[in-house]
Nanobody, 126 residues
Framework: QVQPVESGGGLVQAGGSLRISCIVS????????TAWFRQAPGKERDFVAA????????FYADSVKGRFTISRVRSDNTVYLQMNNLKPEDTAVYFC???????????????????WGQGTPVTVSS
């Protein structure tokens, strides 16, 4: 089993920055990648970014490219999402997720991810 736990969400003004974290515990040696998704009220869960643990290859949704940066610290089993120039439309609950082996790194499909955290809310005020 793999258990992601998110933290760091909060309230920020438009144009501001926030960094959220995800600590992954359990059978982390089997992980190839980890991703961030977000879900706004009344909307579906959308892919935000993903990173591979070994090579650090990154993947981003078009809506966050140039503003968000995903990174990882392998020794701490932690994935970060640095969010800059935040917009009100970035308001959502942000989830950390990890897939079992065999899923293509950077997959934007939430149903391919087996392990999910509880989410951390991010609110961007205008």
């Amino acid at each position: 089993q793999v258990q992601p736990v998110e933290s760091g969400g909060g309230l920020v003004q438009a144009g501001g920055s926030l960094r959220i974290s995800c600590i992954v515990s359990g059978r982390t040696f089997s992980l190839y990648s980890t991703a961030w998704f977000r879900q706004a009220p009344g909307k579906e869960r959308d892919f935000v970014a993903a990173i591979t643990w070994l090579g650090g290859q990154t993947f981003y949704a078009d809506s966050v490219k140039g503003r968000f940066t995903i990174s990882r610290v392998r020794s701490d089993n932690t994935v970060y999402l640095q969010m800059n120039n935040l917009k009100p439309e970035d308001t959502a609950v942000y989830f950390c997720a990890a897939p079992d082996a065999g899923v293509v790194a950077g997959s934007p499909y939430s149903d391919e991810y087996n392990y999910w955290g509880q989410g951390t809310p991010v609110t961007v005020s205008s």
